[in-house]
């Protein structure tokens, strides 16, 4: 147990959750009724971030907005690990990727079921045949389709993999053929990077969810 928990991936993925958890408790418990900047801060992005999913999910959006903004913020405290020194990246972990990619796949699909109906689900996803020819191919395609939702989710871990390793890669490069010259553009460069991919993961994991939850294709 202690080996799993000193994994580079565990411990600064639980790190990560801690520093999520302490972050949410202490934003919540200083609100105001006068906002001060910070508080003005995270409703600007709290309300943005609603209106861009609300485009995405329309009528479920307040289910799913909570956990895919907890996702984000996750995300983006990930990617960030890796410009603090002793510190590393879970997201760098294809395991990690997959573990996120997976959670989304079991909640689309959990809540396309519980929407639908298991037997409306099955039938959806066999093309919703109707003729004999339609019913003589459902098989197949419900194969196709199932192969193709498993499909998915591995695309969306190796994207986030292969992005944040080539930009810690291009870091440790840069680093080392100019360790006289502190690389700030790079550093603002990687933190930009580390923004821009917990917001897209976030995002195609919205629209994945959406495609489910509404039939779409």
């Known amino acids: 147990m202690l080996e799993i928990i000193n994994m580079p991936e565990v411990k600064f993925s639980i790190i ?7 972050w949410a408790f202490l934003s919540t ?9 910070y508080q003005i801060l995270l409703e600007l992005i709290y309300e943005s971030f609603f209106n861009l999913l609300k485009g995405i999910l329309k009528k479920e959006t307040e289910k799913f907005f909570p956990f895919l903004f907890t996702l984000f913020m996750y995300i983006l405290i990930m990617n960030l690990f890796d410009l603090i020194p002793g510190m590393w990246a879970p997201t760098q972990s294809l395991s990690v990727n997959a573990g ?11 809540y396309g079921i519980r929407k639908k109906g298991f037997k409306k689900y099955i039938l959806h996803l066999g093309g919703n045949p109707r003729t004999l020819g339609e019913w003589l191919m459902f098989p197949y395609m419900l194969l196709l389709h199932l192969v193709t ?10 994207r986030l993999f292969a992005n944040i390793f080539a930009d810690d890669f291009l870091f440790i ?3 080392g053929a ?8 790079l550093m603002a460069f990687m ?8 917001f897209v993961f976030t995002l195609l994991s919205a629209i994945y969810i959406s495609m489910v939850a509404n039939g779409e294709e």
Not at 29 to 37: A, N, T
Not at 149 to 158: A, G, R
Not at 178 to 185: A, D, Q, R, T
């Open 16 to 22: 990560a959750s801690l520093i999520l958890s302490i």
């Open 29 to 37: 418990r200083f609100l105001h009724l006068i906002p001060g900047r």
């Open 100 to 110: 996120l990619a997976i959670v989304i796949f079991i909640i689309a699909h959990v």
């Open 149 to 158: 939702e498993l499909i998915k989710p591995v695309s969306l871990s190796l």
């Open 173 to 175: 490069l840069t680093v």
């Open 178 to 185: 100019f360790s006289f010259i502190l690389p700030v553009p």
């Open 191 to 198: 933190v930009l990077t580390g923004i821009v991919q917990a």
